[in-house]
């Protein structure tokens, strides 16, 4: 069997049928499309779906109309103080002109890479325009609104606009950030020896009030005790007197009663006197005056 004929048939339906695919091209949602005709521009299309074109005399380029992200590299920018910082920004763009991003810029990977050194250049520019504190405070917004305004001028031709720029983070660099630690730790060291030492001078201060306080009290404490001790003695100086002058001989039997308990405190007590002696009168005939024994 002859299987030619065959084979040229099923090469032309295959040929018909590449022919009719290619007179067909789908635009999606997030999508525009650029109808080329000889690689010049013809058509813009913006409508999604499905559309026709000529096969082999034109071609679609697509144009993603999305909100797309551009990541900087981490950029090592000089303030106006002198102080380095490392600085990790990125933007938001969209394409506003597929025909003049198409013609120049051609496709996203040259626009990423056009992109990335316009704000590089504009995060360099801003930020080293002012102090390392000024980037770490709330005029940090503004500044990244200048680098997003300073981009869309310098992309104004490229059919796209910078939607945002955000710095991700600023910091200084690692060995910067050990020398500011170590300065800021021998400053906190300072300040805490200042500290010490004005907390010990008040310290000495006020221990120096107390004790001249205690003294001056001690002292008078001690001139009224003695005031009043000399009062205490007098008054029982003249109770004693009176007491004797009232009754001699019950005054003279108190006091050897109060001798004798002084002077014999317990069992153990040996006292060796002679019998005749003044202090045992007591111990003898218990009449008025206790004449002592013979």
């Known amino acids: 069997m002859n299987r030619t004929p065959l084979l040229a048939g099923g090469i032309a339906v295959l040929a018909v049928l590449i022919f009719v695919l290619s007179c067909f091209y789908t635009v999606r949602q997030t999508e525009l499309a650029i109808l080329l005709q000889f690689n010049a521009p013809r058509e813009i299309v913006t409508e999604p779906g499905l559309h026709t074109k000529i096969p082999w005399a034109q071609s679609v380029v697509y144009i993603d109309k999305r909100l797309l992200n551009l990541e900087a590299p981490s950029e090592e920018v000089i303030a106006q103080d002198k102080k380095r910082l490392v600085v990790d920004a990125f933007a938001r763009w969209r394409i506003l002109d597929p025909l003049r991003f198409y013609q120049s810029l051609y496709d996203l990977d040259t626009a990423q890479i056009r992109l990335t050194s316009i704000l590089s250049s504009n995060v360099r520019r801003v930020l080293g325009s002012q102090n390392f504190a000024a980037v770490l405070s709330a005029r940090r917004a503004e500044l990244m609104r200048d680098i997003r305004d300073n981009m869309n001028q310098e992309a104004k031709g490229f059919g796209i606009t910078i939607v945002d720029v955000r710095i991700r983070h600023a910091d200084l660099p690692a060995e910067n950030s050990e020398a500011i630690y170590a300065r800021m730790t021998q400053e906190r060291k300072r ?78 007590t040996t006292i060796v006197l002679s019998p005749n002696s003044e202090f045992f009168r007591y111990f003898g005939s218990p009449g008025a005056g206790g004449a002592p024994r013979k």
């Open 191 to 268: 300040e805490a020896n200042e500290y010490r030492a004005e907390g010990s001078e008040i310290s000495q201060r006020v221990k120096a009030r107390a004790d001249r306080e205690v003294t001056v009290l001690l002292a008078e404490a001690t001139r009224e005790s003695s005031i009043l001790r000399g009062e205490g003695d007098g008054e029982k100086t003249k109770t004693l007197a009176d007491a004797f002058g009232q009754d001699p001989d019950f005054f003279a039997f108190y006091r050897s009663m109060q001798a004798y308990q002084e002077g014999l405190p317990g069992d153990t």
